[in-house]
């Protein structure tokens, strides 16, 4: 799989000459007549409503608890958050949406990656909270905390942290339902070359958690992008960005190998093969090299991620020859 180290040439279908037709494309094959129609009929209200109808989730029983990749904390106190060098306070519900602090800032704090970060059970009394007031604050579809970035990256750190803690509420299992509908019926409008691994994870990942037809469907389509994403072709264009897109792939393919193992046979051969065979060559590239530019033309979105190092362990743990 060493050709996913070559980053000398660029995937056309992702240039930024292409992202009308790349978006067509994605809109073409997962968009969901409800997005297309409910938000342009002036119909927004009765689209949002729709996904506050939820009954109790049925769980799906794991064979294993969570095991967290080694991560640096961002929450510094029950409402403080240090995100970049910058340390700011949640003081009230308002600084969920308040601009002036930053839209990569903001990113972050809607992504909850505290939940998942390095001594994260003597924070559980502060997540709970946490938890809690995002919901109160952030109404369905509103709001940055709905942008396909941050949603993606909320789910599935929502998810791992009750697989590892059993944090999640009814309330809040019932808003994992809301955000994850919410994700598909906007899935194919808002894509962009970064988004569709976050967004073929987190539906994989919900479509995990939970039990029932709904989570099956979710599933399936979850696995369909990331086929799609994941293919060499894709991969290498991403590549040529720098260490941050590496980065974030890796711990992607390593969650999902975790996820076979918490959700035996979830995956199948194909995919947790495939995911080995894709990671192994990630994690032993060298070099560090500074974030490129989106592809798309857009100001491009940063996540705190894990260190390389962190990566390597994780992957031992699960049973990877991950030296460099």
């Known amino acids: 799989m060493s050709y996913l180290t070559d980053s000398s040439k660029l995937s056309g279908f992702w240039g930024a000459r292409s992202q009308g037709l790349h978006r067509f494309w994605w809109g073409l094959r997962y968009a969901q007549p409800m997005t297309l129609l409910g938000t342009h009929l002036g119909r927004k209200d009765e689209y949002l409503a729709w996904f506050n109808t939820v009954e109790a989730p049925v769980l799906r029983h794991p064979a294993s608890r969570w095991s967290f ?38 990113h972050n704090l809607h992504a909850f990656d505290d939940l998942v970060a390095d001594g994260a059970e003597n924070r559980f009394e502060w997540h709970e909270k946490l938890v809690t007031n995002w919901i109160v604050a952030n109404a369905p579809g509103k709001g940055v905390g709905w942008r396909p970035h941050g949603l993606s990256r909320r789910i599935v750190n929502w998810i791992k942290w009750d697989l590892d803690k059993h944090g999640l509420n009814e309330v809040g299992r019932r808003n994992l ?46 696995q369909s992008v990331l086929r799609t994403a994941l293919k060499p072709s894709y991969m290498r264009a991403r590549l040529g960005g720098g260490d941050a897109y590496r980065i974030a792939i890796i711990e992607d ?64 743990r699960l049973g990877l020859n991950a030296a460099a």
């Open 69 to 106: 990749c080694q991560r640096t904390p961002s929450m510094v106190g029950p409402q403080a958050f240090h995100f970049f060098g910058v340390e700011r306070v949640l003081s009230d519900n308002r600084g969920w949406h308040w601009r002036p602090w930053g839209e990569n800032w903001l």
């Open 253 to 316: 393919l390593l969650d999902l190998l975790q996820l076979d193992k918490v959700y035996p046979g979830i995956l199948g051969r194909d995919e947790v093969g495939r995911s080995h065979d894709l990671v192994l060559p990630l994690l032993a590239m060298d070099g560090e090299r500074g974030a490129a530019p989106a592809l798309d033309g857009t100001e491009p979105v940063f996540f705190a991620e894990p260190k390389m190092h962190a990566l390597r362990q994780y992957a031992q």
């Open 177 to 222: 339902v809301v955000q994850v509908r919410f994700l598909r019926q906007r899935l194919g409008v808002s894509m962009t070359a970064a988004y569709p691994t976050k967004a073929g994870k987190a539906l994989l990942f919900a479509g995990a958690f939970f039990d029932d037809a709904e989570a099956a469907a979710w599933r399936k389509t979850g």
